[in-house]
């Protein structure tokens, strides 16, 4: 069935670092790929998506790029802020009409400053 | 429009009684999740619908648990006879699932703690 793995955490850094945390995934098709961000006390948002092979999904200075050839959607930041500190989840889903969605384990991200 | 609506946003109960929460998608959604997430945990797949039918529930999920979309629209998720094991944020998603299956938006969650 679908999976993604995320690299295991959590992940510290100090304000300015540059951010990547690492997803793969594996399903039939060419499925459509997102990460979410959970906000301390907050519910899941989307933060970027890209839908088929070499799309760049990017937002709030957050990128990732869908690579098929690797099965992995990386999530990259130049330059982190301590409002960027919170659980980060890849996800997919998989073409098809009774496809979910299905997430990875989440890696929470610290940023001191 | 304002988005999922999840309620309760909270719900304490004793062990054993009966509890059901409801969700409310994007109005033009016709998909429709219920995930559970557990501290420091990634969100656990329950079940989904599309429109009014139920597509998919988790083999993992006990038969105490139980959904229903009866219109299509807002869906119900009930637990029955809970233990202590069901405390958990239950979130409810909706989405556009057509020839693409487009992401997801997510509710603020209803915390159930079971005492």
């Known amino acids: 069935g679908d999976s993604v793995t995320q690299m295991e955490g959590p992940v510290t850094l100090s304000e300015e670092a540059f951010l990547t945390i690492n997803c793969t995934y594996t399903?039939?098709?060419?499925?459509?790929l997102f990460w979410y961000v959970q906000y301390p006390g907050e519910g899941l948002q989307l933060l970027l998506k890209?839908?088929?092979?070499?799309d760049k999904g990017s937002n709030k200075g957050f990128e990732a790029t869908y690579r098929k050839e690797t099965t992995s959607f990386h999530l990259e930041k130049g330059s982190v802020q301590v409002s960027d500190s919170a659980v980060y989840f890849c996800?997919?889903?998989?073409?098809?009409?009774?496809?979910?969605?299905?997430f990875g384990k989440g890696i929470t991200l610290s940023v001191r400053p | 429009d304002t988005g999922v609506s999840q309620d309760p946003r909270h719900k304490i109960t004793k062990r054993g009684q009966n509890v059901t929460f409801r969700c409310d998608p994007i109005?033009?959604?016709?998909?429709l999740y219920w995930y559970r997430q557990t501290l420091g945990q990634g969100p656990e797949f329950l079940t989904y619908?599309?429109?009014?039918?139920?597509?998919?529930k988790s083999r993992l999920l006990s038969d105490r648990f139980s959904a229903e979309r009866p219109k299509g629209s807002f869906s119900t998720l009930e637990i029955q006879r809970t233990e202590q094991g069901d405390s958990a944020m239950y979130l409810c998603?909706?989405?556009?699932?057509?020839?693409?299956?487009?992401?997801?938006?997510f509710g603020q969650g209803t915390r159930l703690t079971v005492v």
């Open positions: 998603a909706s989405s556009l699932g057509r020839l693409m299956n487009t992401e997801a938006f």
């Open positions: 399903a039939t098709g060419y499925p459509s």
């Open positions: 890209a839908t088929k092979a070499d």
């Open positions: 996800a997919l889903i998989a073409t098809g009409a009774n496809s979910k969605l299905t």
């Open positions: 109005s033009e959604h016709n998909r």
């Open positions: 619908f599309q429109n009014e039918a139920q597509l998919e």
